[in-house]
């Protein structure tokens, strides 16, 4: 903040940062971590809009640090990928040569799925715009799987869920339209759990409901794959939100019900009319049946037990 305060020139801050990396020793811990966060993409990007400017600065970094430290060549492709006018192809050269040399690091490899959904957004068709969505799924499942408790990996795979969402909406495929629904609702769920606060799931899960809320074409959509589907639990619980949103509350309880009729061993089913009965003022005892329904001894459905403790 006082870096950027006395110094509110970009060139200025340029020349004594150039100085400041020249000074550092990276072989001392401290030095070390004072070069990683001036090397941080965001932090270039923050206090660089020109991109001379910042490559200078990367120029400079990789002749201190070398070719072979990966955490540096994958700075610089997220700086590449996020920068206005970014190269995609430049950003997947860094991000290969990073990937080789730190092969089992989970941030680069998220960073890889991160690139193929940007490369989706870009691709000229359908075939081509698949492949980079399938690709990044295959990525994110991967360390998603074999990685530590952060939700960035469920976050990813929620994108990839609602970038197919908005193809098979466009298309009005009943069938592809399920299968989108329930990528980003497993996405979502695993992601709350690892991490409720993540800002990032929320944002993915607000643009979820404006794809469903916000287009009758949607809420037709939904009504077709859930006719061709009754089971479907996913698409019951996406297709009651926009009724419940409208006030439309006899609609989403024949919705949530006739998808229980049809399976009732659906647990998100079955806490989703629960609530719907608590927010109308549904009989006690059937809010405490479908309560006590909505988890099983030991599993993660922590607010389905606290609001049957709450009803009994």
């Not at 120029?59 to 492709?77: C, F, P, S, V, Y």
């Amino acid at each position: 903040m006082i870096f950027e305060l006395i110094l509110p020139k970009q060139e200025d801050k340029f020349d004594i940062y150039m100085r400041c990396l020249s000074a550092l020793n990276i072989d001392y811990s401290t030095d070390r971590i004072a070069f990683r966060q001036m090397t941080r993409a965001k932090t270039v990007l923050d206090l660089f809009s020109n991109h001379e400017l910042a490559s200078a600065i990367y120029k400079r970094a990789l002749e201190r640090a070398g070719a072979k430290d990966g955490t540096l060549i994958h700075q610089m492709a997220l700086y590449e990928l996020n920068r206005a006018n970014g190269s995609l192809e430049q950003t997947s050269e860094l991000l290969a040569d990073a990937a080789a040399l730190k092969p089992y690091d989970i941030s680069i490899m998220h960073s890889s799925a991160e690139l193929h959904l940007r490369l989706a957004e870009r691709a000229r068709t359908p075939l081509e715009r698949e492949k980079h969505l399938s690709d990044a799924k295959a990525i994110c499942a991967e360390y998603t799987r074999h990685g530590s408790g952060d939700a960035y990996g469920h976050v990813t795979l929620a994108k990839i869920g609602l970038a197919r969402l908005e193809d098979a909406l466009n298309l009005a495929d009943g069938t592809a339209i399920e299968q989108a629904v329930k990528e980003i609702e497993n996405a979502l769920q695993d992601g709350f759990q690892r991490a409720p606060n993540v800002s990032y799931l929320r944002d993915a899960e607000s643009r979820f409901a404006e794809l469903i809320e916000d287009s009758e074409r949607a809420v037709k959509a939904l009504e077709k794959a859930l006719q061709t589907n009754p089971r479907s639990g996913f698409i019951a619980n996406r297709l009651a939100q926009p009724y419940q949103k409208n006030s439309q509350l006899d609609k989403a309880k024949g919705v949530l019900k006739t998808a229980l009729d049809a399976n009732s061993n659906d647990r998100r089913l079955q806490f989703a009319y629960a609530k719907l009965l608590m927010e109308t003022d549904g009989p006690s005892d059937d809010i405490l049946y479908h309560l006590q329904r909505s988890f099983a001894p030991g599993d993660a459905n922590y607010e389905a037990q606290l609001l049957y403790g709450r009803q009994l």
